[in-house]
Each structure stands twice: as C-alpha cells, then as structure tokens.
C-alpha cells in the first residue's frame, strides 16, 4: 500500500508539489505566529514584573530610610504593590556609568551629585499602577513620576490583535490545505476509475482501495509539517543574534530546543490530523462515483 501512495505521488507530481506548497505556507505561519504568541506572553510578564512608576526624589541627596520604610509601608498597605525597589545616588550612578561606559566624555559629565535617587515599584496588574502612582505623587520631596501604564496598555492591546490575526490566519490556511488535500485526492481518484473498477472485479477489498490515498494525504500533511518546522527553525537561529541585540535585557532568546520540538510534534499532530481527515473525506466521497 505505501508503495501504491509513492507510485501515485510520483505520477502525479505537480498535483502533489502543488498540495505540499499550500501545506507548507500553513503550518510555516502556523510556527511563525506560535513562537510571536509565547514571545508576546513572556514579554508582557518582564514588562509587568518591571518597575512601571518610578518616584524622583531632589538631586544628589539621598532619602533617609525611615522615610524610605514608611512610604513602603503605606503601598503595601493597598495590597496592590508587587515590587519595591530604592535607588540611591550612589547607585543611580553606577547604573548609569555602566549604561555609558562606552563613552568617555558622558562619564566625565555626570557624577551622582546631579543625580536623582529614584523609589521603584512595580503593580499586581496593570489596573492598580494608578492607585499607587497617586501615593507616590503625594509623597513629600518627590519631583517627578515616571509613569508607564500606557505603554504596557498599548502593548497588550497590540499583542491581542496580533494574537486575533495569528488566529484567523491559521484558521483560513488550514481549512484551505484541509479542501486542497480533498481536492487533489479526488482528482487522483476519478484519475484512476477504471483501474479502481478492475480492482474491485478481481476481489480488491475496500481497505485496500482506499489506504494508498489515505497514505497520500498523511504524506502530504506530515512532509509540509516539518519542512515548515524546519525552515522557520533555521531562519531563527540565523537571526538570533540580531533579535537578541533588538530586545536588549528581555531573555527572549535564544529559544530552547525542547520548546522547538514540542512545536515539532504539535505541528506533525497536526499535518496527520489534516491530510487523514482530508484524503479520508475525498476517498468516501468520490470513490462512492467510480464504484
């Protein structure tokens, strides 16, 4: 029987290249728009977990701690504070000496006298960031708030469309290479009336018609699985390097090789799924009219 399906494939070649072609374009975004979804989770948990208000206190003066603590104390309070961190001037220099070592001339500028020490915090969610941003604004010394709750807000709301797009796209491709695998299995087997007839005079049982076309379409769904896998594998390891430079201090890469392979037997699950289902359709269809 599987020499039945790679004789049929062989005969028939361009129906096939044109059947792993759609499968491959499938499960190629299929693989592209995972790995944006787990990057995209394990994005938006660094920024949350980052500080998303930041307190500036006077120039190169330091806070004392009891104010420190008692300021802690009252956010903790809300129950909505998830992290708190105090920078002194000591420190906000090192930060930014390390940031700048680089460039000479910027070290020689800057010392810790003209620079701010700074309280930290970071929310339980997104929706508490104004509650504690209010505290900290009426705080006595403070001179400015750095507040990111919008663009960690604009960024989840991006993400979701991406999410949503990713989505109906994989749907729309699947269900395309779903109708393709029929298509062309049908094809090949209106193809084949008559030998199908003289099979079925000489005894030939149903299973035995039926199972190299069915062969066929797992072939197809399993090969397009992973060579998309493949190639969208490659293509991420030679741009790692650079994406990895692009996102700077967020650990997106590199990507583990047990997360590929799980991708990897997802996808081949998958392709099974689609080009079984598919030629097992075509073949209860259209065998139906050569009998």
């Known amino acids: 029987m599987l020499k039945n399906s790679w004789k049929q494939i062989r005969r028939t070649p361009y129906q096939a290249l044109a059947a792993l072609m759609v499968m491959f374009l499938t499960f190629f975004a299929l693989s592209i728009f995972t ?136 749907s729309y491709l699947l269900l395309q290479s779903f109708l393709v695998v029929i298509t062309i299995i049908g094809m090949k087997i209106l193809g084949r009336k008559e030998e199908i007839e003289i099979m079925k005079l000489i005894g030939a049982s149903n299973a035995f018609v039926r199972a190299p076309f069915i062969y066929e379409g797992i072939f197809y769904g399993l090969t397009a699985a992973f060579s998309a896998w493949g190639v969208t594998y490659i293509c991420l390891l030679y741009l790692t390097p650079t994406l990895a430079e692009w996102f700077g201090d967020v650990s997106l890469l590199p990507t583990s090789l047990t997360l590929m392979l799980l991708l990897l037997g997802g996808e081949l699950l998958t392709g099974l799924l689609i080009g079984f289902l598919g030629s097992l359709v075509a073949v209860r269809r259209f065998l139906r009219k050569v009998a």
């Open 35 to 170: 790995l944006i979804t787990l990057g995209s989770i394990k994005l938006l948990a660094h920024l949350q977990s980052a500080p998303q208000v930041i307190a500036f206190f006077e120039k190169g003066k330091d806070v004392p701690e009891e104010k420190i603590s008692k300021i802690k104390l009252e956010l903790e309070r809300t129950g909505k504070l998830a992290s708190f961190r105090y920078v002194s001037v000591y420190e906000a220099e090192a930060i930014y000496k390390e940031k700048n070592k680089d460039d000479p001339l910027l070290l020689e500028l800057v010392d810790y006298k003209i620079l701010p020490p700074s309280i930290e915090i970071s929310a339980t969610n997104i929706d508490s960031l104004v509650d504690l941003k209010e505290i900290l604004a009426k705080q006595e010394g403070v001179e400015d708030i750095a507040f990111y709750e919008d663009i960690v807000s604009s960024l989840s709301s991006w993400i979701k469309n991406i999410r949503l797009f990713g989505l109906i796209l994989i």
